[in-house]
């Protein structure tokens, strides 16, 4: 079986900081690895996924996530966040050729203040 | 494209009713998911289909739940009797054979009082 964990529920960062959002997985077999974004009352929206080769990945918004294999982990990070990336994060995996078949972390509440 | 269509995006009803969630996939899609969101157990996949097949519905909570899909584009998830226990945020999802990724709708918000 497969599962997620991200490590923090909430992070505040002022405008313009570093952030990273921390996300590790457990799985016996190879996955796929996914970041979601949900806006207040909105569905989710797809940030960045790992299929394979490179581990860093470039997402929209200016996002980017590193696959760890030995450490099982894929953390997001943005260099500099703004007010509109107030939201929450979802870090998911799904088996080979079922990308839609997804098990979601509980998310981390990313909360940008001025 | 118009995305994935959810309808209705709340719905307030009292326990015992009936309930009826709908979902329009993304055109040329053949894959469907269900999912609920609420604050105790987070994002869980209720049941997906596959070619208007159920593959997988080991996430549905109990027999109160059913879902179909009449058609190629079209799917309902639905609760009867609803219990207030039910209430939280569904997701469909659609996508394609082998696919990536999924692309999610706006949702439904449920209150069951």
């Known amino acids: 079986a497969q599962s997620v964990t991200q490590l923090d529920s909430q992070v505040p960062v002022f405008e313009e900081a570093p952030v990273e959002l921390r996300c590790n997985y457990s799985?016996?077999?190879?996955?796929?690895l996914f970041w979601y974004v949900q806006y207040p009352n909105q569905g989710l929206q797809l940030l960045l996924k790992?299929?394979?080769?490179?581990?860093l990945v470039k997402g929209i918004n200016g996002f980017e996530a590193e696959f760890n294999k030995s450490q099982t982990s894929f953390h997001l990070r943005k260099p500099s966040v703004h007010i509109s990336d107030t939201a929450e994060y979802f870090c998911a995996v799904s088996l080979y050729n079922q990308g839609g078949k997804l098990i979601f972390g509980q998310g981390t509440e990313l909360s940008v203040k001025p | 494209d118009a995305g994935v269509i959810q309808s209705p995006r709340h719905e307030v009803t009292e326990m015992g009713q009936e309930v009826t969630l709908r979902c329009k996939l993304i055109s040329g899609h053949n894959s469907l998911f269900w999912y609920r969101q609420t604050m105790m157990r987070g994002l869980e996949l209720l049941i997906y289909f596959n070619n208007n097949v159920p593959i997988d519905d080991s996430g549905m909570p109990e027999d109160r739940f059913s879902a179909k899909m009449p058609n190629a584009s079209f799917s309902t998830l639905k609760i009867q009797p609803s219990e207030p226990r039910d209430s939280a945020v569904y997701f469909c999802?659609?996508?394609?054979?082998?696919?990536?990724?999924?692309?999610f709708g706006q949702g439904t918000r449920l209150t069951v009082v």
């Open positions: 999802a659609s996508g394609t054979t082998g696919n990536t990724e999924a692309f």
């Open positions: 799985s016996s077999v190879s996955v796929y």
């Open positions: 790992y299929l394979s080769g490179s581990t």
